[in-house]
């Protein structure tokens, strides 16, 4: 017992030990690019990191750059993020956005930071931080490396020449250039000489000094430069000149050198920090005239068999005859009417034409130079579509001192006639001729094989068009051993090759994209003793439908538009096949923002990225579709803006993102404004008063509200604002506005009160109150419903004037006496009046002022007035008296006194009430006439009218005495002579 004791204590001690000694050790180690790396304003700037150590090497980690600048070392500056694209800061965003900076995954484990031009301020300590997702900190997650960025200091030129040379096939040609570089860095440099032709886009190199000072010929110049025709050397410290001792046509073109500065970085690899390159130069070379002799060329073709069955092999030969054959070159071709079969080139080397390099795989088809002048060609088993015929065809090569070679006219043999005939095998092979599949979904096609006798095997083979052009691949084939063989590009593909049956072969391939449509070929072959006899092959041409033709998603709902507060339901409808399909609902708020809400994925895990008490999801399944439905509960104005569901599939270990739905606008209104203000229309007052002017509230839309109030005031078209009282309470005047005249005020009601102390005429106008009602939405966010306003006219007057004047209407005096004109004040407005006086004396229109008191008791002549024999003063009453000493005749006239009343407001400022006048009018005669004067224009007057009346009354009185005596002269004579008593004599008058 004791020793079990021990052990056990012992295995404990050494468990815990090691437990220490695992947990002691770091396991994440996170590794950066070693510095200081130096490089060039201008160039591209390449950092790697990497990280390893975490649990999962399989699972892509994520990283993030920062960079700390000299200036400030203890700040860091966020640049860019593997999964964060609003990472950066925003000097950077914009550079990020354009791809100027870019952050990319090498691996699940490493990344790869690039700036593609440089500029000086990215010079600095750069971050790489390996983002941990695990539940514990075990390692080095964040590394720095230094970058040092430096001018650009390398100088490249050409001597002066023409930038256009000419020279003959064979001639010599010799160019220069000069390179140098001042860098304080300890830098290498290397050149290249470059070769541009008229129909390529990039130049080649010719021949290089690298920074190791080792010459090197660029591709196709290495026999030239192996035989010394080209050479470059460097003379003195900046000048490298190329040699060609022998121009070719194939030199033609734009020649240039270009020179790299090279930097060695801490791992001790070299690193190109900048390029420049020389000003060009045109090269023309002019051909040598080159005859190639044809005309004793012969070319001969033959067969060892023109009649062959299915499977036979068909053998022919070409002869080749000319003088001195053995100093000639030669290419030589079959073809099979106008299709080429296969091609022997001057050196000897072999190609096959489209139609025929899969029979070349398959080796059926071989083609060989058996000596100077005789060339074979083996197809071996033919078909009956091989009978036809074939013909020879040879041109001659010129061999340059290059090596090129140049191609003479073609040569064609006579034509071959070889006919094929089937054989006893019944061999034939069926297959459907057009197969539609989905994208994600199996591939399955089958080929039937009838009148089978030995052995077979299967290859298919794919062309991704049907044009005749276009070559077959091998996908997979299956061996008459049954051995499978994939084709490298489907080996990691889910692909198989079968033969269920006898008379089937199977063609397999999950998984297929829309990339696997093509032309799809079943070739059958039978086998007799390892040698083919025969071969069959049908096609099939296959259409991959991709997924987002056959998915629909719509978004559709009820009712879009609702007021705050109410639920929305929106229906995302996918109609198409049962796939693993992740959901996203988003929301487009503006013109630019595109919000995702959550994202509903296919295992049923929700991502939310919003608020998710606002939302709800439901969904239904249905025959041939899946409808998602999306329920907002209590929409607010957050809730507005474009929704859109996007559906993705996941296929082959990823997701394929789908066209999304159409945008489907949800539109949150305010509810109607139930707000009724009341207010006096008019308001008369006379002006120094302080006056309210009130608002009130007699309705709203809830208990729950609030009010923003405005006072303006509008004259003749415009608008001034005086005071604004806001939904929390807060009061702000306008920018003009004396805030000790006016204020505003809530009271009881609710009612908003607008005081305007001591008016003033300029206060008259129209007073409007603007109010607006605040509602809280669901979110508790507060927005305002429409504005109502309610306007109070109001009418500024002075106060009547009370003022009332008196005096003496006509004065008449002797001259040379002193005169005192007076005017009283019999009523007033106040007894604080103050009055300000002045006399006017007006004779013959003609207007004089003479003398002036304002209210202050200021008196001012006027400016011809005698201040010796004219003055005023104020008595008792109050009374004003105009006193004229020692008046003359010219004194006489109207002499009339304006009196203007001031009143002072509350303020202590006076303002006119208003202005009375009164005259009295002055006449001055001379001493000792003016009474005898008046007197005697009295007496003629009243003498004129006394003897008016007595001539009156003695004519009245000669008329009546003139009556009396009429009448008593009738008495005496005892007749009238009224006709009553004297009738007329009627009796004619006769005349004699």
Known sequence: MKCSLRSFWRVYLLCCLGLLWYCGEARVLTEIQAGPLYRVVGSPLFISCNVSGFTNNNTEKNFQFRISKPEKPSFEINIISTDDPNFGYAIYQDRVRSNEITLTRVSPNSVIFKIISLQKNDEGDYDCTAVNEESTYDGTYSVKTTVKVIDNSLSVSSPPHSTSLSYNEGDALSLTCQASSNTVQHTHLSLTWYLRKADEDDAQPIISLDRDFTLSPGKGFEGRYQAGLIMLDKVGEATYRLKMTQVELSDEGKIYCRADEWIQDPDRSWYSITQKDAEETTLHVKAKEVVLDTASLVVRISAQQTTLQEGQELSLSCHVDTQNLEERFFSVAWLWGSVELARIGPTGILSFGSEYSSREKDGELRAARIRNGE????????????????????WPQERGQDGAFKQGAAQDSSSQLISISTTESGLSVEMQSTVSVNEGDRLNLTCKVQGVKDQLSVNWQRKLTSTSTATFTDVIGLSQEGVIVSAEEFVNRKVKAMRPATDTFTLELDEVTVTDSGVYQCTVSEWKA????????????????????????????????????????????????????????????????????LTLHYNGAISWSGDQHRYQLKVKNEKDAVTHYLLINGASHREAGKYQCGVSVFMENAYKKLPPSNQLAVMVQNPVSQLVLTSTPLLTRNINTDIEIKCSITSAHSASFRYAVTWVLQQKAKNTSLVSYDRDSLVTFGPQVDRQRISMRRTEGPSFELTIRQTRISDSGSYVCEVVEWLQDPRGEWYKLSQVSKSTELTL??????????????????INTDIEIKFSITSAYSASSRYAVTWVLQQKAKNTSLVSSDRDSLVTFGPQVDRQRISMRRTEGPSFELTIRQTRISDSGSYVCEVVEWLQDPRGEWYKLSQVSKSTELTLIEPGDALSDTGCKSDIWMGAFIGVIIFSLFIILLLVLKKYCDKGSEKKSGQSLWAEQYPLNTKPVVET
């Open 375 to 394: 060339y074979r060609l083996i197809l071996q088993p033919v078909r009956t579509k091989d009978q036809g015929e074939y013909v020879c065809r040879a």
């Open 797 to 814: 007057i002075e106060p009547v004037s009370k003022l009332v004047l008196t005096s003496t209407p006509l004065l008449t005096r002797n």
């Open 530 to 597: 390892n040698s083919k006899t025969k071969s069959q092959s049908k096609t099939a041409t296959v259409t991959v439908a991709p997924t987002e033709s056959l998915v629909r998603v719509n978004l559709k709902s009820r009712r879009n538009m609702v007021t705050v507060g109410e639920n929305v339901e929106l229906m995302c409808r996918v109609k198409g096949p049962r796939l693993q399909i992740t959901l996203t609902w988003s929301l487009q708020r503006d013109a630019s923002t595109l919000d995702n809400i």
